[in-house]
């Protein structure tokens, strides 16, 4: 039977989620990739035993997640949390989302309080929890009406199904109406969940300053542009690897010869301040007052264990971060 680490508080920062009184890690555990059938549940236990032994009380999840179906991470998260994590629940902040295709049909995608009632009931039994601590809205959805999908968000917290809300994929101009909304409901949205690294910027354009205004926390995922600002790459695309797959996002989006060069320019400071690529990406976000926590994938507990390690410098010079930028300014996405 697995037993905590009794220092696994004494190391990892905290910080307070907008204007809550939740605290959250500054690196909290994703579990998109690696949980479904990639890795037997051993490897994966152990993933999610390090984790907490340091200080990683934040997992998070969604409906969709888990390969090759949907709903398996959850499904081997909640195996993990019967068999060992669960007597630790109470230390534990577990949230899941629901938006994107889940069923076949017309109740299974978007945002209507038909689909999202029914995959946060869906996924409670999947975890076998009571509740969990935040039920995110994974993406905005252009055709049912924002106080039905935010509605539905409140009355989850008022049946004791969620603790918290939150948002994702949500512009500037959405999450201020839906903050509006939460707010009016009287459950205010406590986090919302986009894409922010150095290449991908477009939450500078206004969402991180709104958040600040409207003290809602910041969780960020894709810090490490699925691998791109990682080591992995630097050579090129390695055969076998997740960009080698025809069809996939990270070759196209981040991994342009154009782009590589500029990543391996990024590598040469990092290494001047003695992390790796990924160190720096991560700290480059955390250092943003605005960002409550960076999600991470993990493969291994050492990949993992490396990711943390980012937190030993989340400090950047002028002179550094102006290099950064003239960097940033040919490579990013626009």
Known sequence: MYKAAENRYEAMEY???GRSGVLLPRISLGLWQNFGLEKPLDEQKEILFRAFDMGITHFDLANNYGHPANGMA???FGAILKSDLGRYRDEMFISTKAGYDFLPGPYGDWGSRKYLMASLDSSLKRMGLDYVDVFYHH??????????TMGALSD???QGKALYVGISNYKKEEAEKAIKILR????????HQPRYNMLDRWVEDGLLGLLDREGVGCICFS???QGALTNKYLHGIPQGSRA???GTSISGNYLTEEKLAGIRELDCIAKE???????????????RPEVTSVLVGASSCRQLEDNVAALKNTVFGQEELARIEQILAGIQIK
């Open 223 to 225: 810090p490490l542009a």
């Open 184 to 191: 009016d409901n009287h459950t205010p949205c406590l986090l």
């Open 273 to 287: 301040r003695n992390q790796t690529l990924a160190q720096m990406a991560l700290a480059w976000i955390l250092r």
């Open 139 to 148: 993406r905005p959805d252009p055709e049912t009406p924002l106080e039905e």
């Open 74 to 76: 959850e499904e081997n």
């Open 244 to 246: 080698s797959r025809e």
């Open 156 to 158: 989850a917290v008022r």
């Open 15 to 17: 910080k307070r989620s």
